[in-house]
């Protein structure tokens, strides 16, 4: 089987998951079909599976290519019905449907191809064929087209972040090798943007209205392995859950390298946390202004006079600032308009990451969403907006005098 360069490149990778996201007729199939034989040649008695959405899609996808690949001296017994073929060594490839996750139980499993994995129900994975393949400690291949930024994205960033075992590639349509240019030009004719940009470019097209426009996982992700001798830490202190995000300083420059979210919490508890985690360093809070107000223990205790009876330097404006400003405020700091990134986000801050990522306004209006999303991005925004608020450039006039 004659793979293409960024095919073999898929199919060389040791990882033990591997998250391939590419434009249509980029040869999706015809790889899939390499890695089921391959795997199921390599050793005896393997359980190898393909699971499309459906099993129609199984049948009409990959059955035919399947079956035409595979050497007929390899093959003991082929079951059309069941769209299985067992192998002369013992080892089985069968084609599956997620349409019913439930359906796909009691297997234990070497290799699983996921195709279209964006139109998938995320329990298939999750909750069904990942725990399928841990007593095999057998791989996985999740490869299809964007469909917005959902379960497939999350699992594409995983690569994306370098998480143990995992590795992710994203792949154009023209890059695939398989559609001429002058195909992909007509196809950029007909179609809107956002439909090529998901489907030819192979991209995740972000959510409409999205607020942090200047967030790109592949720019603004970045491990953080230095020292924080002083640890700047934005709180909001909504119960449900309580956020907190925590960042070193260089100049003009940010790091996220920590994040504390707590449900069903308090102040004394998160204050308890963060000195667990910290110690008795440098530790400057940025809270929420209504901390001066808000009581939240017995004795008449507001969250600020907490925070500064535990040894924190607190720093917090006497009333907020407006949202925009705060808004904007961490945006400059993603990408200011010369193009410069001067806030970057640590790989294991899964929920700073999504915050980011996926809080929106509210349709046709200019105020964010109270979706769960924004309890850690307002944390992070009464720190980042306290230390680099912005300037309204307002141009100094004359004194106006009676005449």
Not at 81 to 88: A, D
Not at 363 to 380: C, I, R, V, W, Y
Request: glycine share 8%; hydrophobic share 35%.
């Amino acid at each position: 089987m004659q793979l293409t360069p960024p095919q073999s490149d898929i199919f060389v990778c040791p990882a033990r998951f591997r998250v391939v996201v590419a434009g249509r007729r980029f040869g999706k199939t015809f790889l899939s079909t390499a890695e089921l034989l391959n795997r199921a040649l390599a050793k005896p008695d393997q359980n190898v599976w393909y699971v499309a959405p459906t099993y129609k899609a199984a049948k009409e996808i990959a059955w035919d290519m399947l079956t035409s690949q595979i050497p007929m001296e390899y093959v003991g017994k082929t079951n059309e019905t069941s769209l299985s073929i067992t192998l002369k060594n013992g080892s089985t490839i069968a084609l599956k449907g997620a349409e019913k996750p439930d359906n796909l139980r009691g297997r234990s499993l070497d290799f699983v191809v996921l195709d279209e994995f964006a139109d998938m129900r995320p329990q298939a994975w999750y909750e069904v064929l990942r725990p399928s393949l841990s007593d095999r400690e057998g791989a996985c291949l999740f490869i299809g087209t964007p469909k917005g930024r959902n379960h497939f994205y999350d699992l594409y960033g995983k690569g994306v972040d370098k998480d143990e075992g995992w590795h992710s590639y994203q792949y154009t349509t023209i890059e695939g090798g398989n559609v001429p240019p002058d195909e992909i030009t007509s196809a950029k004719s007909d179609l809107d943007e956002r439909t090529f940009q998901q489907e030819y470019e192979a991209a995740f097209v972000s959510y409409s209205g999205i607020i942090y426009h200047g967030f790109k996982r592949e720019q603004s992700v970045s491990r953080h392995d230095g020292e924080h001798p002083v640890i700047h830490v934005g709180m909001d202190f909504n119960l449900d859950p309580m956020s907190a995000v925590l960042m070193t300083r260089r100049g003009d420059t940010l790091h996220v390298f920590d994040e504390i979210v707590m449900f069903g919490s308090n102040t004394d508890e998160m204050v308890a946390e963060i000195r667990t985690r910290y110690g008795n360093g440098t530790i400057v809070i940025y809270p929420d202004p209504a901390s001066r107000q808000r009581k939240t223990s017995a004795g008449g205790r507001t969250d600020l006079s907490i925070l500064q009876n535990a040894g924190f330097d607190v720093k917090v404006r006497s009333s907020h600032a407006a949202v925009r400003d705060r808004i904007n405020s961490v945006n400059s700091r993603l990408l200011s308009k010369d193009g410069q990134r001067r806030l970057f986000v640590d790989p294991k801050c899964k929920k700073v990451i999504e915050s980011l990522e996926r809080h929106t306004y509210k349709e046709g209006t200019s105020q964010p969403e109270k979706d769960g999303f924004d309890h850690m991005n307002d944390a992070l925004g009464y720190a980042v907006e306290y230390l680099f608020p912005i300037r309204k450039a307002n141009k100094p006039q004359a004194p106006q005098r009676w005449t």
